[in-house]
């Protein structure tokens, strides 16, 4: 697979539509690879590392929404976007908050805002791969010290260390949806006392902790969307664990500009 290059993938089963977008994006810093159909998508996807994916939603045989649920199975970190120039509000409304869908774009696009938002969808990649190498670092180094100590407290404060040394705010949640974790940033980045073992549902009430919850919930990637919280606009990912760690999934925040 190839694991460096920026690479976006276009579905369409419109040729014209797949023609003006490679035109339009001859000459950005990113690679453009095309689809015709939701089945060659899925078979590129399985042999190139695909950062972020934009389909149209009216396809035959297989709407975008329903391709974006097996992306999300079979390439969970790949940033998964609709262009289509209408959809059933509501489905879309579900798909974004249940994690299959990132963004929408509307038809007919302007080049530089299309531009800006797949730059924006390589960015939030990154954020996830970066998120990635610290959970797992996290985890690695818990697995080490658990095989030696042999109590929940020590272990807890152990992680707390760790996680402390994020730079991006952040909270772990336990099976029974408490912040058993919080780190300095997230103290610091809501400017609010938090203390362990807070339900979720308290910290971040109605419908963003509604979103926080489920995000934990699905089983094997990550979900984001974004929110306002005590007049803040932040960007939200959640990344569930393995089934085997000891906690059920880490959340992460981002102030969005």
């Known amino acids: 697979m190839e694991k460096h290059k920026r690479i976006v993938l276009f579905v369409d089963d419109e040729k014209e539509i797949l023609n003006s977008i490679t035109r339009q994006l001859r000459n950005s810093e990113f690679t453009v690879v095309c689809a015709g159909s939701s089945s060659e998508a899925l078979q590129?996807?399985?042999?190139?590392?695909?950062?972020?994916?934009?389909?149209?939603?009216?396809?035959?045989?297989?709407?975008?929404?329903?391709?974006?649920?097996?992306?999300?199975?079979q390439s969970p970190d790949t940033i998964r976007m609709i262009l289509s120039g209408y959809t059933d509000s509501k489905t879309l409304i579900q798909s974004i908050n249940r994690g299959e869908v990132y963004r929408f774009i509307a038809k007919p696009w302007k080049k530089n805002e299309l531009t800006e938002i797949i730059k924006e969808g390589f960015?939030?990649?990154?954020?996830?791969?970066?998120?990635?190498?610290?959970?797992?670092?996290?985890?690695?180094e818990n697995i080490a010290l658990i095989k030696k100590l042999d109590l929940r407290d020590t272990a807890l404060e152990i992680n707390a260390d760790i996680l402390d040394m994020l730079p991006q705010p952040a909270i772990?949640?336990?099976?029974?949806n408490r912040a058993v974790l919080i780190n300095k940033e997230f103290l610091s980045f809501f400017r609010k006392q938090t203390e362990t073992g807070t339900p979720v549902n308290e910290i971040f009430p109605g419908q963003t902790g509604i979103n926080i919850i489920t995000g934990t919930e699905l089983p094997g990637g990550q979900t984001s969307f974004e929110t306002e919280h005590n007049g803040q606009n932040i960007r939200v990912f959640t990344r569930t664990l393995r089934s085997r760690d000891k906690f059920k999934a880490v959340v992460f925040f981002e102030e969005l500009c």
């Open 44 to 73: 590129i996807l399985s042999k190139k590392n695909i950062q972020v994916l934009i389909t149209d939603e009216k396809m035959p045989t297989m709407t975008g929404i329903e391709l974006l649920q097996k992306v999300k199975t």
């Open 123 to 140: 960015t939030q990649y990154n954020t996830l791969q970066c998120n990635k190498v610290y959970m797992k670092r996290l985890i690695d």
């Open 172 to 176: 772990v949640v336990s099976d029974d």
